[in-house]
């Protein structure tokens, strides 16, 4: 199949700002909890008619500042609920968010808000206001030194009737936003999104996961926000859950040691994340069965749950059976009850994209009680462009169409989309624009399959793609995904463009190998560098490499690897925010590694 079209759900929304989702939530339903704000080590409820009289008196505030119709805000934080409530009050009055990753570097804080014209900056720490004190002509609001505070005083004067005026003055095809593309290589490119592109996306996002976004149990639908709502997933869900009102958290980091308490006491029904998260999940819950003991019984729940989420996958044709259906009532209390616990006991539904889950993971969670609902999509696309249906999932795609969108394989195997989520241009950039929009159609960079359903499969960037000397193109996503679902990987990077054959750079999960070290009765402070040449480690690893290798063919496969002393982080710089190699960083700052492998 080269194209399939998917009709939208629903009309035409009838909102023109996306802070009229506020105010219609407050009319609607004025009491329903619509946010969770953490103070004090508790969570504390905000009613719609709470969070709206909020944004009025912050939007005021703004006002009072000097902020205007079109004007660019920098909103530079981690996610806090700050970040929402300035949100939607930036929208309210007709000005537009450009949010930055609080993990941004001087340099490129600095050129974010100058490319954008920002007119001024809400931040959350000292280190970031420096960053971008480099503009004397900035505004400069600091949450931590009582921002909102401060200018909800500053508004005090302004009639209301003016935030109202502001608001009434956006039309659908007004910017919403400019998110900046967090590059893997170059300096990253501003996408213009509408309120309209918001609109497209997530009213037929909460219509088609209906099980994720409404209350199908007598646990109201709520989600904890932990991925980055600089990024366009999370600020995609954000407006989601405003959008249908579905209680929403804030989480500021993904450290494990950060996260798991938030969970535990927040207790999401769903969460969004990328494969790297439910792979750590999985690989913890196993160690931690090995060091019981349990790692027999542990495997077995795990082809439990696997033959239970093909069964619920073909569940038109019967679905489990008796049987299975017993044993997996049995490995349910031992096994995956502690698998859901880890995510706060609540969690029935999982959001991913950023890269391909596996088919077998994606089936054990489902098995687990946890269906991920896989889906592909960029930032130009306002998230996601195709996702998986919950009446009909296909356990390691990215689904079908969201309704109201296209998809279309190119000659060359690009996909391209159209629907009313795309994009309507770089900022300050024409000619990009121009290459990458065709009557419509966005042209996304990635390749991939449709099949004769319309599931897309994706099989990797073509800007990424390797070209051995042999004349062989090699898509790295595929080994690279099946290398790092092994517990002792923490990333891998596949090399050989323009060699003689494939090879990897491997990093190692320190928790894993130190875990992988006790099994063995070896000291569990051994530093990785003493590991990189260990001949049972590379055993193992080698099992990993193998596994990838069956997935392609003999010219595609891995030949040689190389296990670094060091991991690939964001906190190095050799990973995006969204936890994306920066492969032009690693190869340059590992050329003698690379070089290596090649020779000798």
Sequence with gaps: MREVVEPPLVR????????????????????????????????????????????????????????????????????????????????????????????????????????AGAVACVVESEEHERAAAARPDLLIWRLDAGAVDALVAAGRGVDTAEVHRRRAAVTPADPATIIYTSGTTGRPKGCVLTHGNFYAEVDNAVELLYPVFRSVSKDPAATLLFLPLAHVFGRMVQVACVRARVRMGHAPSLKQQDLLPDLATFRPTFVLGVPYLFEKVFNVARATAERMGRESSFDRAVEIAVRYGEALERQAHGGP?????LAHRLYDKLVYARIRAAFGGKVRYAISGGSPLGRRLALFYAGAGIVVYEGYGLTETTAAATVNPPLAPRFGTVGRPLPGTAVRIADDGEIWIKGGQVFAGYWNDETTTGEVLHDGWFATGDVGQLDDDGYLTITGRKKELLV????????????????????????????????????????????????????????????????????????????????????????????????????????????????????EVIGEAFRAEIESLYSG
């Design 468 to 583: 051995t000397s042999g004349g062989k193109n090699v898509a790295p996503a595929v080994l690279e995904d099946r290398v790092r679902a092994h517990p002792l990987v923490s990333q891998c990077l596949v090399v050989g463009d323009q060699r003689p054959y494939v090879a990897a750079l491997i990093t190692l999960d320190a928790e894993a190998v130190r875990h992988w070290l006790t099994q063995r009765g070896r000291p569990a402070d051994t530093p990785l560098a003493d590991l990189v040449d260990d001949p049972d480690l590379l055993a193992e690893l080698q099992q990993a490499v193998d596994e990838a290798n069956a997935a392609v063919s003999r010219a595609e496969s891995i030949r040689r690897f190389r296990v670094l002393p060091v991991d690939f982080t964001e906190d190095a710089g050799f990973l995006t925010p969204s936890l994306k190699p920066k492969r």
């Design 12 to 115: 035409a929304p009838s909102g023109r700002s996306l802070a009229d989702m506020v105010f219609a939530n407050a009319e609607e339903a004025p009491d329903e909890v619509v946010l969770n704000r953490k103070a004090g080590g508790r969570w504390h409820d905000v009613t719609a008619a709470r969070f709206r009289d909020e944004v009025v008196a912050l939007a005021k505030g703004l006002v009072a500042s000097g902020v205007g119709l079109g004007d660019r805000v920098g909103l530079l934080s981690r996610n806090r609920y700050e970040w929402t409530l300035f949100d939607y009050a930036l929208w309210a009055v007709g000005a537009i968010p450009v949010p930055i990753y609080a993990t941004s570097s001087a340099e490129q804080i600095r050129w974010i808000l100058a490319d």
């Design 321 to 325: 059976g008796l049987r299975l259906r």
